[in-house]
């Protein structure tokens, strides 16, 4: 009775605000293209000013839309006083702050490659500094301001010697063919004769020059599926410093392994960074260690491992008397949560402080003063700020609640957040750094926002076999007491990802489609992230019947608590493993109307040899061939029920999709349409999987567009 009539309350007052704001329309399609998001706050060494990026869409001739960044500079206590450092038409990234604050180190492109380049934020123009053939990244400055360590690529045939690894072609040794690529940079001399009528050697030679212009493609190695193509080269990624001085650079590690995470030493002698030196390929190698690197004879020593653990992110404390770590217990990898923890100068002591946390968090930086560690990660539906004390562990929350701390900084007393709550996807913040004093820096959104009305969810919480599911309930525009509205439920892939009023990739779809008449119905299933490892294990050899049982659980409690969802008039979408999601549910419940699957996996098996997420099916079922395994999959896969699907269903996939595959689709789709089901398939060309969030525009808002037009074709809306 009480969850009633708080329902009923709930329903008057929503009902009232939108009488009130009569005059407000709901949020369009079309308004994708004004979103602002905010990124990588940092405040200046004086703590006056903030840099940070702007991301935007921005037309170009075509009619079409480009994605666009700036880096801008703010007066903290005069936000209208806002400095543009460069122009919309380039892209820059991993930009850093000079020890003394008066120049800006950056990564932009420069003939076809990036490069480092530095901008003096006093005036004038931006300078390339470095010159690298395959491209550099990455900038970070030494503490005297004097050199800048950097990343750079190096392809695995231009590295001298053998790896310590066999060659993975069968029957064949380094070395026993020409080095074609090597030999147009001038690494290496032709001494082979290339004939295909010749002796074994010649022969050779003949098919690895075809080889070397990808005609064919020879593939040996395991991770060969990119994001939107084959990845057949092996790089690795090392480290190199240049002095400002003179302008020479020199590489600080080379050979057959990458170095990541680089940090300087507080007095400039050393660097370390993340690597693992081992005989395994690389694309077997999820580990990594910390390695010390002398600036003086670049030796490259171990300082940091742990057994059973993979570490990386090194950061010196301000006072450099204490190394921030950040690592994860790799038993059970897949499902231990992230750890930041600290450790002496000279590498002993390694104590963890977030262990008791149980969540995944990221982001970590250090206060002023050395005490304590600031640091963010998803939480119950939000992404919270949270902060831990050096001296005792003692974690607690800075900022938390409904909204997102999607990047932050931190100088003395002073807090600079990107946020993103309902009411708003994106702007700039600042507060004391006890998240008090909030103000607002920027209204890229809010300004364009004045006239919108938005769509705010109700957040509810069951108990459902051990699992404390959180699920939010969203009012369709336009809400009259006694009338009963078309209801869609929205799922979310990963499976480990995590939804709720702080995260940030939804928020337009959500509005548009609460804008359309729709009510929104969304849960957290076992297996999110944001709940801690036993939650996020809680699909384990299960994805199927446990996550549905609590999604649909979530519908059913919205259904009795609302009376204005339309139990007869219910529709169902989700993408990647929420795709996965739908397919299955429509294979076992007739409840819905329509359900929209997209960019998903139907198959299991067949998953693990076309995806670039194939791990997956190891980590969460086991290979194949194992004893047991292969039923265990099958009961699994959508596509194993395919026949039971009567619900009118429309597919999505991106043709350059390798993280989950198209011809997963392809079988689904294929499979109804010879049974004479009620099927449509969409294919978005030159896209992959990120379509959704980083596609080209006109695409993203076709996807949108055909969402809703395919459930209006099943449901009717209240005049």
């Given at each position: 009775?009480?969850?009633?009539?708080?329902?009923?309350?709930?329903?008057?007052?929503?009902?009232?605000?939108?009488v009130?704001?009569?005059?407000?329309?709901?949020?369009?399609?079309?308004?994708?293209?004004?979103?602002?998001t905010?990124?990588?706050?940092?405040?200046?060494?004086?703590?006056?000013?903030?840099?940070?990026?702007?991301?935007?869409?921005?037309?170009?001739?075509?009619?079409?839309?480009d994605?666009?960044?700036?880096?801008?500079?703010?007066?903290?206590?005069?936000?209208?006083?806002?400095?543009?450092?460069?122009?919309?038409?380039?892209?820059?990234?991993?930009?850093?702050?000079?020890?003394?604050?008066?120049?800006?180190?950056?990564?932009?492109?420069?003939?076809?490659?990036?490069?480092?380049?530095?901008?003096?934020?006093?005036?004038?123009?931006?300078?390339?500094?470095?010159?690298?053939?395959n491209?550099?990244?990455?900038?970070?400055?030494s503490?005297?301001?004097?050199?800048?360590?950097?990343?750079?690529?190096?392809?695995?045939?231009?590295?001298?010697?053998?790896?310590?690894?066999?060659?993975?072609?069968?029957g064949?040794?380094?070395?026993?063919?020409?080095?074609?690529?090597?030999?147009?940079?001038?690494?290496?001399?032709?001494?082979?004769?290339?004939?295909?009528?010749?002796?074994?050697?010649e022969?050779?030679?003949?098919?690895?020059?075809?080889?070397?212009?990808?005609?064919?493609?020879?593939?040996?190695?395991?991770?060969?599926?990119?994001?939107?193509?084959?990845?057949?080269?092996?790089?690795?990624?090392?480290?190199?410093?240049?002095?400002?001085?003179?302008?020479?650079?020199?590489a600080?590690?080379?050979?057959?392994?990458?170095?990541?995470?680089?940090?300087?030493?507080?007095?400039?002698?050393?660097?370390?960074?993340?690597?693992?030196?081992?005989?395994?390929?690389?694309?077997?190698?999820?580990?990594?260690?910390?390695?010390?690197?002398?600036?003086?004879d670049k030796?490259?020593?171990?300082?940091?491992?742990?057994?059973?653990?993979?570490?990386?992110?090194?950061?010196?404390?301000?006072?450099?008397?204490?190394?921030?770590?950040?690592?994860?217990?790799?038993?059970d990898?897949?499902?231990?949560?992230?750890?930041?923890?600290?450790?002496?100068?000279?590498?002993?002591?390694?104590?963890?402080?977030?262990?008791?946390?149980?969540?995944?968090?990221?982001?970590?930086?250090?206060?002023?003063?050395?005490?304590?560690?600031?640091?963010?990660?998803?939480?119950?539906?939000?992404?919270?700020?949270?902060k831990?004390?050096?001296?005792?562990?003692k974690?607690?929350?800075?900022?938390?609640?409904?909204?997102?701390?999607?990047?932050?900084?931190?100088?003395?007393?002073?807090?600079?957040?990107?946020?993103?709550?309902?009411?708003?996807?994106?702007?700039l913040?600042?507060?004391?750094?006890?998240?008090?004093?909030?103000?607002?820096?920027?209204?890229?959104?809010?300004?364009?926002?004045?006239?919108?009305?938005?769509?705010?969810?109700?957040?509810?919480?069951?108990?459902?076999?051990?699992?404390?599911?959180?699920?939010?309930?969203?009012?369709?525009?336009?809400?009259?007491?006694?009338?009963?509205?078309?209801?869609?439920?929205?799922?979310?892939?990963?499976?480990?990802?995590?939804?709720?009023?702080?995260?940030?990739s939804?928020?337009?779809?959500?509005?548009?489609?609460?804008?359309?008449?729709?009510?929104?119905?969304?849960?957290?299933?076992?297996?999110?992230?944001?709940?801690?490892?036993?939650?996020?294990?809680?699909?384990?050899?299960?994805?199927?019947?446990g996550?549905?049982?609590?999604?649909?659980?979530?519908?059913?409690?919205?259904?009795?608590?609302?009376?204005?969802?339309?139990?007869?008039?219910?529709?169902?979408?989700?993408?990647?493993?929420?795709?996965?999601?739908?397919?299955?549910?429509?294979?076992?419940?007739?409840?819905?109307?329509?359900?929209?699957?997209?960019?998903?996996?139907?198959?299991?098996?067949?998953?693990?040899?076309?995806?670039?997420?194939?791990?997956?099916?190891?980590?969460?079922?086991?290979?194949?061939?194992?004893?047991?395994?292969?039923?265990?999959?099958?009961?699994?896969?959508?596509?194993?029920?395919?026949?039971?699907?009567?619900?009118?269903?429309?597919?999505?996939?991106?043709?350059n999709?390798?993280?989950?595959?198209?011809?997963?689709?392809?079988l689904?789709?294929?499979?109804?349409?010879?049974?004479?089901?009620?099927?449509?398939?969409?294919?978005?060309?030159?896209?992959?999987?990120?379509?959704?969030?980083?596609?080209?525009?006109?695409?993203?808002?076709?996807?949108?567009?055909?969402?809703?037009?395919?459930?209006?074709?099943?449901?009717?809306?209240?005049?």
């Open positions: 009775m009480r969850i009633k009539f708080t329902s009923f309350l709930c329903l008057l007052l929503l009902c009232s605000s939108i009130s704001a009569q005059e407000k329309k709901p949020v369009q399609l079309s308004d994708m293209v004004k979103i602002v905010v990124t990588n706050p940092e405040i200046t060494k004086d703590g006056k000013r903030v840099l940070f990026v702007k991301n935007f869409l921005e037309p170009n001739k075509g009619g079409e839309y994605y666009r960044s700036q880096l801008l500079m703010m007066d903290i206590q005069n936000p209208e006083s806002v400095k543009v450092l460069n122009s919309p038409s380039y892209d820059l990234s991993s930009y850093s702050l000079s020890p003394d604050g008066t120049k800006l180190a950056f990564t932009r492109e420069w003939e076809g490659k990036s490069q480092i380049w530095i901008l003096p934020l006093d005036g004038g123009e931006a300078q390339v500094i470095t010159s690298e053939k491209g550099a990244s990455g900038p970070v400055w503490p005297d301001g004097k050199k800048i360590l950097y990343s750079f690529s190096v392809p695995m045939w231009a590295i001298e010697g053998d790896p310590s690894w066999a060659n993975p072609r069968p064949r040794k380094y070395g026993d063919e020409p080095n074609y690529q090597a030999m147009k940079e001038g690494l290496a001399k032709d001494s082979i004769k290339q004939n295909m009528d010749g002796d074994l050697s022969l050779r030679a003949w098919l690895a020059n075809n080889a070397s212009k990808n005609d064919p493609r020879v593939i040996d190695r395991l991770s060969f599926l990119g994001e939107r193509g084959l990845s057949t080269d092996i790089s690795f990624r090392h480290l190199g410093v240049i002095d400002l001085s003179d302008k020479k650079s020199e600080l590690t080379s050979g057959y392994l990458s170095f990541g995470s680089a940090v300087w030493s507080p007095d400039g002698t050393f660097i370390l960074a993340s690597s693992f030196e081992s005989d395994q390929h690389p694309d077997e190698i999820e580990d990594s260690n910390i390695y010390k690197i002398n600036l003086s030796i490259v020593s171990l300082f940091l491992q742990k057994e059973n653990h993979r570490l990386s992110g090194p950061e010196f404390s301000p006072d450099g008397k204490l190394i921030m770590i950040s690592g994860q217990l790799t038993e990898r897949s499902f231990n949560q992230s750890l930041i923890g600290v450790v002496k100068p000279d590498g002993s002591g390694l104590t963890w402080l977030t262990e008791e946390l149980d969540r995944r968090v990221g982001g970590a930086k250090w206060t002023d003063d050395g005490k304590s560690i600031f640091f963010s990660g998803a939480n119950e539906g939000g992404i919270t700020l949270y831990v004390t050096v001296s005792n562990g974690v607690s929350k800075a900022i938390t609640g409904p909204v997102g701390i999607n990047s932050f900084d931190i100088h003395g007393d002073q807090l600079v957040y990107a946020k993103t709550q309902v009411s708003n996807p994106s702007e913040y600042f507060s004391t750094i006890e998240g008090k004093n909030e103000k607002a820096l920027t209204d890229f959104n809010s300004s364009w926002l004045t006239d919108r009305w938005v769509s705010e969810p109700e957040a509810h919480h069951f108990e459902q076999d051990g699992f404390g599911i959180d699920y939010w309930v969203m009012p369709p525009f336009g809400l009259k007491e006694g009338v009963k509205y078309p209801t869609l439920l929205e799922m979310h892939g990963g499976p480990t990802a995590m939804w709720g009023p702080g995260e940030s939804m928020w337009h779809e959500f509005q548009v489609l609460a804008g359309r008449g729709y009510g929104i119905v969304y849960a957290n299933p076992r297996g999110s992230g944001g709940y801690g490892k036993a939650f996020q294990k809680g699909n384990y050899r299960d994805w199927g019947d996550p549905a049982k609590d999604v649909l659980a979530a519908l059913d409690k919205a259904g009795e608590e609302y009376d204005w969802i339309d139990k007869d008039q219910l529709v169902l979408t989700g993408g990647s493993y929420a795709g996965y999601l739908t397919a299955w549910i429509v294979g076992h419940d007739h409840r819905f109307k329509a359900a929209l699957t997209q960019r998903g996996v139907y198959e299991l098996t067949f998953f693990m040899g076309e995806g670039n997420a194939w791990r997956l099916v190891p980590n969460y079922f086991g290979y194949p061939w194992e004893e047991g395994v292969k039923e265990i999959l099958e009961y699994n896969s959508p596509q194993t029920y395919v026949q039971n699907i009567e619900t009118p269903l429309m597919i999505f996939h991106g043709d999709d390798l993280r989950t595959g198209v011809r997963q689709s392809e689904l789709y294929k499979s109804l349409k010879i049974m004479g089901k009620p099927v449509e398939y969409i294919r978005y060309p030159n896209e992959g999987h990120e379509l959704s969030r980083s596609g080209a525009v006109h695409r993203r808002l076709d996807r949108i567009g055909r969402i809703v037009e395919f459930f209006e074709r099943y449901v009717t809306h209240p005049n």
